[in-house]
């Protein structure tokens, strides 16, 4: 679960960084923080290329751009993210629901730091079950996947393809963020999305993500340009749910 901290206190926006950072490291190693932040600018441009899952923000900021507004930035973005407000001042809370953002939590700063830091756990805990809840549903858009102790949620729009590891009874996947071997069978992965489909006993493509096909030696090369095999029997079924996928999305678009 990527965390990102958008707190302009130095002082404040260390403690939190060494509260989660050793949350995840004691008991949740799924948790990383992602980018700590004293201006909304900064998280603004790191969204550009990139997502997170929970968000701590401060509500005042000291800029032009509040807490809330960043919040509501985000939220268009991304309905799904955790945000958790964090304010010096009680009464501030009752402007998320004028803004309507469905906050997971709030976190007032005015308080001994025990009692901060617990405050600071328990929202991490409440944001990572969600983040559990999220990859386990069956309608969700996201694959979720364990590597040793760490579990991580993959948008599906993002995985290239999956492949047979050297590793016996291990996967390969392939996304946009990189690369991850775990363990499990590709003929259960098979009715994964209608997006995907297994070309050859040792692959299973994202159909959106595949650029050019060479039926003559019968290969895919997929958007990032690395290659799959694709059996020879089922070349004309993978040009036919490429073109049916593309009409979908034409007739959505």
Known sequence: MKVIICENEVQQR??????????A?????????????????EVLAYLQDHRADCYFLDIELGS?????????IIREQDPLANIIFITMHADKLKLTFKY??????????????E????????????SFAKYQQLGNSYRSKFFQIKIG???????????????????VHKIGLHEKNGCYE?????????NLDERFYRCHKSYIVNLQHVKYIDKKNRKLTMANDEVCYVSTRMIKELQSKIAKLN???????
């Open 25 to 41: 490291m004691f008991s949740e190693p799924s948790i990383e923080v992602v980018l700590s932040a004293s201006q909304p600018e």
């Open 14 to 23: 260390k403690f939190l960084q060494s509260v989660i950072f050793n949350y």
């Open 64 to 72: 032009s751009i509040s807490g809330m507004d960043l919040a509501s």
């Open 115 to 126: 009692k901060l830091t617990q405050q600071v756990k328990e929202a991490l805990q409440a």
């Open 247 to 253: 009409s979908i999305v034409q007739n959505t678009g």
């Open 182 to 190: 775990f363990y499990g069978k590709l003929k259960e992965l098979e």
């Open 100 to 113: 309507k953002l469905a906050a997971l939590d709030f976190i007032v700063k005015d308080v001994e730091p």
């Open 149 to 167: 102790e760490r579990i991580k949620n993959i948008n599906l729009d993002d995985i290239y393809y999956l492949e047979t590891s050297a590793q």
